[in-house]
T-cell receptor
Framework: DAGVIQSPRHEVTEMGQEVTLRCKPI?????LFWYRQTMMRGLELLIY????????DSGMPEDRFSAKMPNASFSTLKIQPSEPRDSAVYFC????????????FGQGTRLTVV | AQSVSQHNHHVILSEAASLELGCNYS??????LFWYVQYPGQHLQLLLK??????LVKGIKGFEAEFIKSKFSFNLRKPSVQWSDTAEYFC????????????FGSGTRLQVQP
């Protein structure tokens, strides 16, 4: 299995531009999570999905952030418009439905907003 | 809601020294516990996990952790660290029934000097 695949690995964009981050979870996994990692705040959960349905989006910082999961093999996290304070590493993770299992993380997308 | 505390933010050790990183969680119910490691510039990888049974769990690369329910603790240990253990270590918890997303501690940066 190729694991959780994220793209792009690095993104540099100008303030005000739209940014779309992509994630392909491990095949067969029921849960998909989006996390953000910064020096100041550590690892924060933004949103997670179960069977393509958003379960908890309370971590999404503002309306500028939106996430979708149109099918079991693809999810996007969009920031529109982007701001410099959105600069961070964004991780996607997936896991199975069963209780006793861990989450598997992708390589992350390092976003820099200038 | 559950929370995780990691009291050691930065630890510096010499090779062959013993390691113990503290992790405490707050939640009154049954939890699953994890330690993840993040090598410089890489994604999070699972070191070990505890779901039930023997409270002393062994993970990869010689790491182990002990779950002490009465202390709400899940400390990570390694008898002899190597330079290659230089990384950031995250303790995480999720609730056995309910919210599946992992809640992470703030992380401990371990620096092993040769």
């Amino acid at each position: 299995d190729a694991g959780v695949i994220q793209s792009p690995r690095h993104e540099v964009t100008e303030m005000g531009q739209e940014v779309t981050l992509r994630c392909k979870p491990i095949s067969g996994h029921d849960y998909l999570f989006w996390y953000r990692q910064t020096m100041m705040r550590g690892l924060e959960l933004l949103i997670y999905f179960n069977n393509n349905v958003p379960i908890d989006d309370s971590g999404m910082p503002e309306d500028r952030f939106s996430a979708k999961m149109p099918n079991a093999s693809f999810s996007t996290l969009k920031i529109q418009p982007s701001e410099p304070r959105d600069s961070a590493v964004y991780f996607c993770a997936s896991s199975l439905f069963v209780q006793n299992t861990e989450a598997f993380f992708g390589q992350g997308t390092r976003l820099t907003v200038v | 809601a559950q929370s995780v505390s990691q009291h050691n933010h930065h630890v510096i050790l010499s090779e062959a020294a013993s390691l113990e990183l503290g992790c405490n969680y707050s939640y009154g119910g049954t939890v699953n516990l994890f330690w993840y490691v993040q090598y410089p510039g890489q994604h999070l990888q699972l070191l070990l996990k505890y779901f039930s049974g023997d409270p002393l769990v062994k993970g990869i690369k010689g790491f182990e952790a002990e779950f002490i329910k009465s202390k709400f603790s899940f400390n990570l240990r390694k008898p002899s660290v190597q330079w290659s253990d230089t990384a950031e270590y995250f303790c995480a918890v999720n609730v056995y029934t309910g919210r599946r997303a992992l809640t992470f501690g703030s992380g401990t940066r371990l620096q092993v000097q040769p």
